[in-house]
């Protein structure tokens, strides 16, 4: 799917929960986690977000 629909921006896959349930207690999958340029977590959507949810928090990232 990140091939399919061309996504430019990093994305993380962590196979083993080591990250996300370890380290940071999360318990869904997908979850999507937008952190800002200085490392601040801005957002976090638990299981699929909406494209056009996703557009907007990137967008709102972009600007800030």
Do not use: C, H
Request: glycine share 10%.
């Amino acid at each position: 799917m990140i091939k399919k629909d061309d996504v430019t921006f990093p994305v993380a896959f962590d196979p083993n929960g080591v990250v996300t349930t370890g380290i940071f207690g999360f318990s869904y999958v997908p979850e999507s986690v937008l952190v800002n340029a200085k490392g601040v977590v801005t957002n976090v959507y638990l299981g699929a977000i909406p494209k056009q949810k996703l557009a907007g928090g990137i967008k709102s990232l972009k600007s800030a």
